[in-house]
């Protein structure tokens, strides 16, 4: 397969200007002739959606979700990132794309994370004038806040609320497209298959979550924002409907799968408490512009919090890393909270917890500001564990959140399938091997409301007048293969629940491919994850039928992918013999850092399918950087 | 604690549905409500019985998929949570608990506690936005919007469109919702040139599928997110002066104090 990741010649400052004018146009006139497929209405397909619509494409949007507005995004709590400098603290659309390379650990494209950057003023722009109530200061301008890995404030929000209020401006701006009937809905929908005709994908197979109706649908391009994989660890921050299925049908098809062990494992979550629970609660990185996060120095030390006298805290981030204390980034902030942990320095039942103290704040800026800033987080806390976070320190614990890795996409966000684009958390492109936060909303709204409307319109003139029906075989050897699929999953009549099997996968992905990685931990796991498999196709028990609704059925056909998937994120973590961000191998360390190696692994790892039971293969993206010098991370 | 549900099911929209009597054994209060259904429902498929459908997603309070009539409470007895974050903590060993589908005509049953909400969304297609195509925005510090009025606006602007408030009402109206975009957009300066023209789209949508409101308020009781009743007057003046302006509306000095007034009036 050839990687060809058509980054435009020239100073990274003039790409993108430079490409948008050597695409090729699709005349006004043209463009209602095009149907475009947008799987998913998350920030990045509600936004890819509503601007082709207004562009004059004929878009169809499936969402598995009963509303558009309910897609994941939705529970974005902190912020979102953008090079305005209101602050003049010395930011810019260079500094955001240096924080966010260096962020990202060396692992992603020069090229895209800059256009990112560009284009994040231009979101907030966008934004403000949909009405997003974004965060105000008392003269009416809008207000910052500090999110981790970067020293200034370029972090927007709407109270703890960002993703919601940025996702209800792209529903609201879709809800108009669907209103003047430039999009069709399809909610309660689910895509199952990609389906690829000579080499370009046309068109989808869907089941519909009410009637169980099999469809084809046809198009001219496929987009695919379908979300990250994070759930595959079973426990997760992620929504319990997110899965992976969109992306890894298509990688069967053909798309090659990026960077699939690049996973993020956020530091501030509030830490398990019982089998029965269902899913982890973040408690946003904003918080760590006031709170402080500290454990014991001493092991076993039991005392509640407040009788542990000052001298006797380890607040670990400040104390390692100085200079960002403790909004050092995501993936540093989460080892080291494990290592005080395994240290046997951790608080809670279990000694699996951190205290995120705000103790100190509440002193120095007052109760009601404190309030006003985090109140609702405070209350979810306070609902969750029956605590009162403004009287003793939250307890936190790392817990899996996103994921970097996804399908692999060239500078105009196309797969390695032609016609097949893929957008938002669903694709691998700009945060490397660790994201920094509030970047995602950014690239999720880049993506959809000014990338990918300008790149895909250079593919489709070549389409022109190239339509295939949805009666061509390949569409219906598609559909055949999804509803054979489905009764096998009915058939196999076994005797135990899709839940504990996906329990299971994500404990053994927790265990042996999460915040510490080693070979034989990897070996381990491939073998565990492939022998529950089998067990999985034998004796899982999904009962009623295909002609309902039928979540056991849903969640069965996503956690049979996510059995594969975790082969495939173990196949990765176990070749990338280096540490980078969120991947850590225990035998790659530097004085508990991570230790890469450029000389052998400054490359964009994108596997390709090569048939059930045969290792996927390997292809390499080197990343070239040419305004960055390659440096090892320090935030000391 | 163990506890008894009684729990409402129903094979499809055009079936007759019934309460069935199942025991939920052993359930941690630390567990949310639909933690404890999640249970239930492993045991009900180890027995080979089918599980309660129930809509969920996030389980943080903020999708607004969940909900169900908890002892004839949306979201159940706890003020200002959905269903998703209710504790069992709040229960106790012994209660019997009945468990019921939102009821509301314009929210037909699909199954079990499964509705149809489509209703609200097509709300929404009738003018809950600002007319602005990607890449027409200005500069967005060239729109000021003074602190009390974004407040304001984000306050109505949190609804998770769940529909407890409908669920919720005798009369099955969806003013609470309605209002809560209507003050969403209508509040900022940026939703001013479509203001009335908005209220007016939207309310006639919404009186097509929805009860009439008679001031119940047992919406805003039941509200997760806690929105103000006050909204339902706001989008009911702007409304009436819609409907004595005509569409012109905006142009026009309106006939009752600018939103930056009543803000600072309020507070
Ligand atoms: C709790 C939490 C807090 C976060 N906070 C922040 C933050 O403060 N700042 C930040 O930048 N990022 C944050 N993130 C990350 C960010 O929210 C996500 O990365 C981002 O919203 C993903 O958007 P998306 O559009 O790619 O996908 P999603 O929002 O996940 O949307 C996926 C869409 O695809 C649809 N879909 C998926 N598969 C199928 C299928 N097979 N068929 C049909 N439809 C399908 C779904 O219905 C949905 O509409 C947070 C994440 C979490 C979990
Ligand atoms: S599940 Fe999302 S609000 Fe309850």
Redesign the pocket.
């Known amino acids: 397969m050839e990687l060809n990741a058509r980054i435009p010649a020239g100073p990274i400052a003039e790409k993108w200007a430079k490409a948008r004018f050597d695409y090729k146009l699709v005349n006004p006139a043209n463009k209602r002739k095009f149907d475009i497929i947008v799987?998913?209405?998350?920030?990045?397909?509600a936004s890819a959606a509503a601007t082709l619509g207004e562009l004059g494409y004929n878009v169809k949007c499936?969402?598995?979700?009963d509303s558009?507005r309910r897609?994941?995004?939705i529970?974005?709590?902190?912020?979102?990132n953008a090079a305005k400098n209101y602050q003049n603290d010395g930011d810019s659309i260079r500094r955001l794309f240096y924080d966010t390379v260096k962020g990202g650990d060396y692992r992603s494209r020069e090229a895209n994370v800059y256009r990112l950057a560009e284009l994040s003023v231009n979101i907030i722009d966008q934004a403000v004038a949909q009405g997003v109530p974004l965060a105000r200061e008392y003269a009416g301008l809008l207000e910052n806040r500090s999110f981790g890995g970067v020293q200034v404030s370029r972090t927007f929000y709407a109270r703890g609320q960002?993703?919601q209020q940025l996702l209800l401006g792209a529903f609201q701006a879709l809800e108009r497209q669907i209103a003047l009937r430039r999009v069709q809905m399809f909610n309660r929908?689910?895509?199952l298959d990609l389906v690829v005709v000579d080499g370009q994908a046309k068109g989808i197979i869907t089941r519909s979550l009410l009637t169980g109706a099999i469809e084809a649908h046809a198009a001219d391009a496929v987009v695919l924002?379908?979300?990250?994989y994070a759930n595959v660890f079973y426990l997760s921050?992620?929504a319990k409907a997110?899965?992976a299925?969109?992306i890894w049908r298509a990688y069967r098809r053909g798309a090659a799968f990026a960077n699939p062990c690049y996973t993020q494992i956020h530091p501030t979550c509030i830490p398990q408490s019982g089998d029965y629970q269902s899913k982890l609660t973040?408690m946003?990185e904003s918080l760590r512009n006031d709170g402080r996060i500290w454990v014991p120095k001493n092991q076993g030390d039991n005392r509640v919090a407040d009788q542990i006298p000052e001298s006797e805290r380890d607040y670990y981030l400040e104390r390692k890393y100085p200079s960002y204390g403790n909004l050092a980034p995501r993936d540093i902030a989460s080892r080291a909270a494990k290592e005080v942990c395994d240290e046997g320095r951790g608080v809670g039942s279990g000694g699996r917890g951190v205290y995120l103290d705000f103790a100190d704040a509440i002193d120095r800026l007052g109760r009601p500001l404190i309030e006003e800033r985090y109140g609702n987080l405070f209350e979810m806390y306070a609902d969750i564990t029956a605590e009162n976070p403004y009287q003793s320190p939250m307890r936190i614990y790392p817990a899996p959140?996103?994921t970097m890795g996804g399908l692999w996409v060239d500078y105009n966000l196309m797969s390695t399938v032609p016609g097949l684009y893929v957008i938002?958390?669903?694709n691998f492109s700009d945060h490397g091997a660790n994201r920094l936060?509030?970047?995602?909303?950014?690239q999720?709204l880049a993506d959809g409301y000014f990338v990918l409307p300008t790149t895909i319109g250079d593919y489709l003139v070549t389409q022109m007048g190239k339509k295939v029906p949805t009666d061509r075989p390949e569409f219906k050897a598609a559909q055949q293969a999804v509803e054979e699929r489905i009764n096998r999953l009915i058939g196999a009549k076994g005797t135990r629940t899709v839940d504990s099997f996906h329990r299971e996968l994500g404990s053994i992905t927790w265990n042996y491919c999460g915040m510490a990685r080693s070979a034989e931990g990897l070996r381990k796991a491939i073998t565990e994850i492939r022998q529950l498999r089998d067990q999985y196709w034998r004796e899982v028990r999904v009962l009623g039928s295909d002609e309902e609704p039928n979540q056991s059925l849903e969640k069965a056909g996503r956690v049979a992918d996510f059995f594969e998937l975790a082969e495939l994120m173990c196949t990765d973590a176990l070749h990338r013999n280096e540490s980078a961000g969120g991947h850590f191998r225990v035998e790659y360390q530097a004085d508990g850092e991570a230790k890469r190696n450029d000389a052998d692994y400054a490359y964009v790892a994108a596997w390709e399918f090569q048939g059930d039971g045969e290792p996927p293969r390997l292809n390499k993206e080197p990343l070239e950087y040419e305004n960055l010098h390659l440096a090892t991370r320090s935030y000391k | 604690m163990n506890l008894t549900l009684h729990v409402w099911r129903q094979k499809a929209r055009n079936t007759t549905g019934q309460f069935v009597t199942y025991k939920a054994t052993d359930v941690s209060p630390d567990a949310s409500f639909l933690e404890m259904l999640d249970v239930v429902n492993e045991t009900l498929i180890e027995k080979g019985e089918e599980p309660i459908l129930f809509e969920h997603d996030c389980r943080e309070g903020i999708c607004g998929s969940c909900g169900m009539m908890i002892n004839g409470v949306a979201h159940g007895p706890i003020g200002g949570t959905a269903t998703c974050q209710l504790h069992m903590r709040h229960f106790k060993d012994g209660d019997n608990i009945r468990i019921e589908p939102w009821r509301a005509r314009a929210f037909p049953v699909i199954k079990d506690l499964v509705v149809d909400r489509g209703s609200l969304d097509r709300i929404i297609q009738a003018g809950g936005y600002i007319s602005v195509n990607t890449g027409n925005a200005p500069e967005a510090n060239m729109i000021l919007v003074p602190k009390a009025v974004q407040e304001l606006s984000m306050d109505a602007a949190a609804c998770i469109q769940c529909g407890a408030c409908v669920a919720q009402c005798p009369n099955g109206a969806a003013q609470l919702f309605t209002s809560a975009k209507v003050a969403h957009l209508g509040v900022l300066p940026q939703g001013q040139p479509e203001r009335y023209e908005r209220v007016v789209k939207m309310v006639e949508v919404m009186e097509e599928m929805f009860g009439s409101c008679t001031n119940y308020g047992e919406c805003e009781a039941v509200c997760p997110k806690e929105i103000s009743i006050d909204f339902i007057a706001r989008m009911n003046r702007d409304y009436l002066v819609a409907q004595f302006r005509g569409p012109r509306s905006t142009i026009l000095p309106p006939l009752f104090n600018t939103e930056e007034e009543l803000v600072t009036n309020e507070t």
Request: proline residues 2%; glycine residues 24%.
């Open positions: 799987v998913g209405a998350g920030l990045a397909g499936f969402v598995f979700h558009p897609a994941h995004s529970a974005a709590q902190g912020g979102i960002t993703g929908y689910e895509m924002g379908t979300g990250g921050t992620n997110s899965n299925t969109a973040l946003s959140h996103y938002g958390e669903a936060g509030a970047s995602a909303l950014m999720g």
